[in-house]
């Protein structure tokens, strides 16, 4: 449990500082100077940061900073990610240097970066595992790619169907069944098939642990076949050159972010038209729990599963609710439109309102997320 949180909070930490570095690396290109940019969250442990005469100065503890000519480069005592003060809810006062002094595209430019970062330390965590082998379907491997560990794995579960009743989940390794190795899902297809109405034997790995699972095989009325209910593939680790490590990186990013805004999109709609919700949401309970569950299948998994997270932070991040960065580009939207700023009060209110708002759906989230974990 201890070794879980602790990696929990080590990659919330750093999609969090890799979000808020994109923001601060693009203010600075448009010559904002950011009263502080902080490593962890305050109480401020220490910091630097040049004065007016150009000098690098200390400062540590909470202490007021008067004589900064320049961002303070702080580390704080809680160590969960960053975040950097742009100053972008208050009044610009006739400051050139001002967050609200630049152009509605340089403000849209800085309020994107922190989304662009997470997509871009996805690419670099999925390229980086393409480096040294990274876990991939087999289907559309390159011919350059060494493939090594393969194995047959189970992607789907259908409700109501043998693999349900008996436990089958997503992520399963089929070892062998009754004692019968396979490497070719086809083949493991066809063996189902030809012991239609008997019981089988599947030996399973699932997160470093082994179990035999015994179900019966039935006659399938989606496939006509014999079968219990789950889809499989065939996996294994994928490794490439650096340089078509770093290409099939970035490919394998851009698949994934369109991939989770589509399922965000079947989301939403699902929610308006009422059919309800389609996938399963966690919140952080059930985030930190399967990231103890992925910890356990090795660093390779967790580097998968970090971008994999870094991509859904951007996505979700972007979504066009107040108090996320995607509700104050949509104001920043108005604003062009309609050639004058919201005014500041009104903008305040509706951020802080779909804060709260945001607040309880993840308290809602995050009770279900208990219960079912205490289940």
Sequence with gaps: MLLTIIVFLIILSIMVLAHELGHFLVAKKF???????????RPRAYGVYKNWQGKWKTVKGS?????????????????????????EDEAAAGDPNHFNSKPVWKRFSIISAGVIMNVI??????????????PQVLDDVRPEALVSGQKIQIVEVQPETPAQTAGFKIGDTIANIDGREFTDYKKLQNYTDEKTGQE??????????????KVVSELRADTGRGGIGIAIVETGLVKYPWYLAV???????????WAIIVAFY?????????????AQVAGPIGIAAMTGEVTKMGFVYLLQFTALLSVNLAVINFLPIPALDGGRALFLIIEKIKGSPVKKETEAFIHNLGFTLLMVFVLFVTFKDVVRFWK
């Design 31 to 41: 010559g904002l100077i950011p009263r502080e940019f902080g490593i962890g969250f």
């Design 63 to 87: 202490k007021e900073v008067k004589d900064a000519a320049d961002t303070i480069y702080s580390v704080n005592w809680i160590p969960l990610g960053g975040f950097v003060e742009l100053g």
């Design 121 to 134: 330390l996805a690419a670099i965590l999925i390229s980086f595992g393409f480096m040294i082998g990274l």
């Design 200 to 213: 089988l034997n599947y030996k399973i790995k699932r997160a470093g642990e082994e179990m035999n699972i």
């Design 247 to 257: 290409w099939e990186g970035i490919k394998t990013t851009l698949f994934l972010t």
């Design 266 to 278: 079947n989301l939403v709609k699902g929610l308006i038209v009422g059919t309800g919700i389609s």
